[in-house]
Nanobody, 129 residues
Framework: QVQVVESGGGLVQAGGSLRLSCAASEGTFVSFGSRTMAWFRQAPGKGRDFVAG???????YYADSVKGRFTISGDNAKNSVFLQMNSLRLEDTAVYYC????????????????????WGQGTQVTVSS
């Protein structure tokens, strides 16, 4: 059974940094090249929004709201993905979810939750003033 586990959330002051980690269990992916892992977030009372994604070949996509502040990276050998979040803002407060699919997504296909097969339980990120 595939498992996706996030870690690294917490409470941070505005302007600070956090690093999220996510690991998918062995067997989630068929090959290094054919895979996508991504981060979504969901604030209270709102939908689940795309934050950043990365394919096995290293292509990355970001939501406009986090470009220049967040950086996604991955380790194919460990089925892992990381999200370095800098210059955090109050509006970044949300539950952050890691998602994975054995498909290599591209362009707008990154943004839809329906294109991901596996999800973690989420980790809370709270930015305070």
């Amino acid at each position: 059974q595939v498992q996706v586990v996030e870690s690294g959330g917490g409470l941070v002051q505005a302007g600070g940094s956090l690093r999220l980690s996510c690991a998918a269990s062995e067997g989630t992916f068929v090959s290094f090249g054919s895979r996508t892992m991504a981060w979504f977030r969901q604030a209270p009372g709102k939908g689940r929004d795309f934050v950043a994604g990365i394919t096995g070949s290293g292509s990355t996509y970001y939501a406009d709201s986090v470009k220049g502040r967040f950086t996604i990276s991955g380790d194919n050998a460990k089925n892992s993905v990381f999200l370095q979040m800098n210059s955090l803002r109050l509006e970044d407060t949300a539950v952050y979810y890691c998602a994975a699919t054995p498909e290599a997504l591209y362009s707008d296909t990154y943004y839809s939750t329906s294109n991901y097969d596996y999800w973690g339980q989420g980790t809370q990120v709270t930015v305070s003033s």
